[in-house]
């Protein structure tokens, strides 16, 4: 090895290590076969707060991603470089090197000088937004649905839906230590629709987290499905496929661990919350719409400050809906939250309901709790248990109703 080329796997390891590093190329491969690869790309990301580094290779058109440390990136990194490609170059936070071996093997390095842009912020803190589905790498699914150009880059009309997907990855990312460590995660989403998010879903825990998943996507419109079973052919991608269906039919003999419906109209969000409390989802995302069923029961002297204003009565029904059924998901074994979810072209409706299945049974105090929350509220607004509760009670998944409530009971 001559002394050029032990330099630059100095600098490789220097910077990973000290955290100067900002991304490498592997370019100009010495095979050119169909099969070989045809370059590599590094750069840092964090994961879960960890700072690792993904390597995305490329042959074709196909693209794989492994996520290492900086030891083994280094590794990886310095044994292809002039034995599988011809060109290194290396960003740090402050120069450029090009590194470039010839037939012989031998390497030439050069530096260029590039303004400092962090220097002693770590990597991926820096000012600009860094993003788990990155601008710049292809992402064979936002080339196929028009969000990026082929060169990998977000076509500028769609950057707030290349930033609202990159939140809805976010909000998977921090749920992924509730789902199994080992083995297929099996998701589920429920009216997918055109399915961006749950690509995206697919793209995430496949190419970034480098997991085996089952993900299904259901839908009662058979346009949306196949069009979405055409892009899984298309990028040949495993482990994802669309069924045409109801969500309150669906059935599965499988675990899903993860159960999603985002923006599922009306009562439909009832139905597969309720299928995923059956089996005992470990994660379930919902994000209701369109909640018509209470604003529909609910008497207009009932609660006349909001009932005088059409709006308000529909926004008051919409909310006490999701507030009712955080309450019976936390009854059945669910710690839940409702959070501001991302912003959808399609709707205004961006409350996600979020609930992870506790680890302990819920304490008998916090049971009687809920239950004199929901069935004061309940009777507050005089109306009787909604769908969610109907279908809880039909599958014998709602804890047994403490007898001193009988008599406080609205109609249940
Ligand atoms: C507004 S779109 C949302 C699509 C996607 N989940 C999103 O948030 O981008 C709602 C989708 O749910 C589907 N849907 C609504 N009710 C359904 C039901 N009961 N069974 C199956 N699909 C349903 C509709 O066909 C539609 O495609």
Known sequence: MNSDAEKIYQLLDDSLQDGSFRKAILSRPVQKSAESPTRIDARPVMIKDQLKFQLTYRTGTQET?????AAETAE?????????????????????WMARYNRKGTCSLKKTPRASDDAGVPPDHNRSRQYLIPDGTACPFLIATGIMSKNGHVVAKHSRKFRQINRYVEFIRDVVDQLPAEGPIRVIDFGCGNSYLTFAAHYFLTQILQREV?????DRRPDVVATCNRIVADLNLAGISFEVGDIAGYQSDQQVHL?????ACDTATDDALASAVAWQANVIFAVPCCQHELAAILEKDQQPLFSKHGILHEKFASLATDAIRANLLSSVGYDTQVVEFIDMEHTAKNLLIRAIRRRKPITPQDLQDNLTQRLGFSKQLGVPSLRLQQKLDEFGLLPTKPTQFANDAPTM
Not at 259 to 263: D, E, G, N, T, W
């Open 76 to 96: 990886e990194l310095q044994k292809s470089a002039g034995t599988v490609f011809r060109d290194v170059l290396l960003q740090t936070a402050t120069e450029e």
């Open 214 to 218: 089952a993900i299904t996507g259901l």
């Open 259 to 263: 159960a999603i419906s985002l923006h």
């Open 65 to 69: 991603h492994r996520n290492f440390d």
